[in-house]
């Protein structure tokens, strides 16, 4: 299949996706032990195109099981680090070999726009490469002296319980699939209900790749019911969770009773500090691109863009200009540049935000409505607010859409609050060619991940995670690791071992 568009290919498209998804346990595609399903459906037609197993507690108990069974007596565990990475490669080889129907899967099941979701589909093959060569360095230390000498040995936790969100579902779900694998963990995977599709092609690259059965597990349906069972179940030490600051408090509180290794990874509302010296066209260009790619549902978005008093009006009439000319249709054209939003209920959410940003008296630069050539899916034209307050909902709140506010600000220190002024800390983006300023400004944001002079692009081996209210812990290289596996020493005597003698004559 090929990215072009047009009422054929969409129709041969349509015509290879599955009408039901299952779950995926112990090798094998099996429906809920009751039987429920709930629908699937389009964000472009808003038809139902699939169904969807729902699991409960017993789908995830029979996936635990499996999951269990493969990690205590079957070979993975204890693999070497090179037939390991051999697989981690068989298994992005799977991936880049199906890289088009997964970006046209994704495509059709997100409304994310076919050109970006292409390098989604390369960047998940990418995560399990990343990872088949960390295997080979992962690390054990040893400690000696005189007396004894002691050495760490890394294990893989167990059964790790995976919860990803329907935005860039697949690439997701690979960037913790990757860590988990190599470090010998076995999974549970739990989707986002409202896109299971590439997923669902997981189970058939694991076994090409020669993955081991029961190491790899799905379990489908909502949040509440399979999510929340897969958390509370006590042989599932770590839960890896992305998705919103809500569910993540949600998900603490369930994982304490049990004392879990949590990595939560939440919402943003991440700014771009524009100063008046900065490369002004490289500022914008990122500015455009961080918020309104992905259709703005991005955790990492800049979605409030702070500009130095002197360069404010200007920069605002650039960014209205630039947003306005922003291809917006048909996510399976090539040539758009902003598609479909997941759902009727997002987009009614983030339509909500467009009232509230004109009844708190932010201006409206460019869009807020659905553009008049698409009367039907959930598509918003690029939207630019002005004058926005920090006071607003809109400055505050994670909208999670095509929507960007921008605010002026007088000096350093003021970019510095108004940047830190959300509960929100997952990244930043600074523009000024005054870099003693910027590295000043970057050491105060709070922030997980900032981009100085620098557009959103990542180095594998970085930390990846947020602060406050956008997350607990970090993943990337090394952090991914020390998360998936265990610590624990061995001390050794290295000659007589002198113990005074409690209770001896
Ligand atoms: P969500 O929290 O609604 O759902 C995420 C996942 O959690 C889904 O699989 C859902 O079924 C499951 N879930 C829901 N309730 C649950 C519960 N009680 N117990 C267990 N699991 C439960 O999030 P979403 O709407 O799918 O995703 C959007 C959010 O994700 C945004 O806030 C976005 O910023 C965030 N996000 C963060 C990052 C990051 O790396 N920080 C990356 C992508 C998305």
């Not at 789908?59 to 070979?75: E, L, M, N, Y």
């Not at 230390?141 to 000498?149: G, L, N, V």
């Not at 404010?312 to 306005?324: C, I, K, N, P, S």
């Not at 939207?383 to 007088?410: K, L, N, S, W, Y």
């Amino acid at each position: 299949m090929t990215a072009v568009a047009g009422p054929a290919i969409k129709q041969q498209l349509v015509d290879s996706l599955p009408s039901a998804i299952r779950h995926y346990i112990d090798g094998e595609h099996v429906d809920s032990v009751d039987g429920a399903t709930i629908a699937v459906t389009d964000p472009v037609g808003h038809e139902q195109y699939c169904t969807l197993a729902a699991g409960g507690s017993a789908d995830i108990s029979k996936a635990v099981a499996a999951a269990r069974r493969a990690f205590v007596d079957g070979p993975w565990a204890g693999l070497s680090a090179r037939r390991r990475s051999n697989t981690l490669n068989a298994i992005a080889n799977a991936i880049e070999s199906r890289a088009d129907t997964l970006a046209e899967f994704e495509t059709f099941d997100t409304g994310l726009p076919i050109s970006q979701a292409h390098g989604l589909a390369a960047r998940a093959a990418e995560n399990f490469r990343y990872f088949a060569e960390v295997c080979g360095s992962i690390h054990e230390d040893s400690f000696r002296s005189p007396a004894q000498i002691g050495y760490s040995i890394r294990r893989p936790k167990g059964v790790a319980g995976l919860i990803t969100p329907w935005n860039v579902p697949f690439m997701l779900a690979t960037w913790k699939l990757a860590p988990c694998l190599a470090a010998g963990c076995t999974v549970v995977l739990k989707p986002a209900e409202l896109s299971p599709l590439t997923a669902s092609l997981l189970p058939e690259i694991m076994e090409e790749a020669g993955v081991p059965q029961g190491v790899f597990n799905i379990v489908h349906g909502i949040g509440e019911d399979a999510g929340a069972a897969l958390v509370s179940h006590p042989d599932v030490p770590v839960i890896s969770f992305t998705g919103e600051t809500t569910t993540g408090k949600i998900i603490m509180r369930s994982a304490a009773e049990h004392l879990k290794g949590l990595s939560m990874e939440l919402g943003g509302k991440s700014p771009v500090v524009v100063f008046a010296d900065a490369d002004v066209p490289a500022a914008l260009d990122s500015a455009l691109f961080g918020v309104f790619s992905l259709n703005g549902e991005r955790c990492t978005a800049g979605s409030r863009v702070l500009v130095e008093r002197s360069l404010y009006d200007e920069f605002v009439t650039m960014l209205g200009q630039r947003a306005a000319k922003i291809r917006i249709g048909d996510p399976s054209d090539p040539a758009t540049q902003l598609g479909a939003l997941i759902s009727t209920e997002h987009y009614a959410r983030v339509m909500s935000y467009i009232d509230s940003g004109i009844e708190e008296g932010a201006r409206l630069v460019t869009g807020g409505t659905r553009p008049p050539h698409l009367e039907t899916g959930n598509y918003l034209a690029a939207t630019v607010f002005a004058d926005v307050r920090p006071d607003m909902r809109i400055f505050q709140e994670e909208i999670f859409g095509p929507v960007v506010c921008v605010t002026p600000f007088d000096d350093e220190g003021d970019a510095i609050r108004l940047a830190n002024d959300t509960r929100y800390g997952l990244a930043a983006y600074i523009w000024t060619n005054d870099l003693r300023r910027g590295h000043r400004v970057a050491h105060r944001i709070d922030a997980g991940m900032l981009w100085l002079n620098s557009h959103n692009v990542r180095d594998l081996r970085t930390p990846f995670g947020g602060v406050k209210a956008s997350g607990l812990g970090r993943e990337g290289g090394q952090h991914s690791v020390d998360f998936y596996t265990e610590t624990s020493i061995v001390h050794v005597a290295l000659g007589d071992t002198h113990v005074p003698r409690f209770g001896a004559e």
